[in-house]
């Protein structure tokens, strides 16, 4: 879906929250894919692999959330954000804070089928020019996945290799064997 009407930020920010995913692009809202089995799989096992190193170097992995940032203001909801601990912290209760103005660290996005390549590229390169450190592409139709970091060429990586986070987060990687495997019972 992507609404006809221009939106300003902050209109789009008063919309009621509902189950669906949106983002804000250029005053467009935009209906995030809903994701399937495979999609949920792949998202419990990044989970898995990374919480424990990134918990311990600050950082929380955030499931489905939405980031506002960028020149000119977006709203994203990456599949996978991290982000630092301090970064977001906490509303007057002391508790998470629940809006986050900046972008994420590392941003995690999971193929979905019928997802437009054109909006993922130009999410992508809005990523890479406005903060976010590493975006990482998980395609499981082809078990690949695609590594992007400002004013660096994308790369392929491939099973039976791993991605390493230590430039972000020290001991941190994912391995594409265990990842993929997770997709068969």
């Not at 995913?21 to 692999?49: F, I, R």
């Not at 906490?90 to 390549?117: H, K, M, Y």
């Amino acid at each position: 879906m992507v609404t006809k009407q221009k939106l300003t930020l902050e209109e789009f920010l008063e919309l009621p929250e509902d189950d669906v995913s949106l983002e804000y692009v250029d005053g467009e809202v935009v209906e995030k894919v809903s994701p399937q089995t495979q999609h949920a799989v792949l998202m419990a096992k990044l989970l898995s692999l990374l919480t424990g190193s990134a918990e311990a170097a600050g950082y929380k992995i955030l499931p489905e959330i939405r980031f506002v940032f960028g020149e000119p203001r977006r709203a994203y909801v990456p599949d996978l954000g991290m982000a630092r601990s301090d970064e977001i912290g906490v509303d007057p209760r002391g508790r998470w804070n629940n809006e986050l103005r900046f972008p994420p660290t590392i941003a995690i996005e999971i193929l979905s089928p019928g997802q437009s390549a054109g909006r993922l590229l130009e999410k992508l390169v809005f990523y890479m020019e406005n903060g976010v450190r590493m975006a990482i592409v998980v395609d499981p139709d082809n078990d690949l996945t695609t590594v992007y970091e400002p004013g660096q060429e994308p790369r392929g990586v491939h099973v039976p290799d791993s991605i390493a986070l230590e430039t972000i987060i020290p001991g941190a990687s994912i391995d594409l064997g265990d990842l993929f495997a997770s997709l068969t019972p």
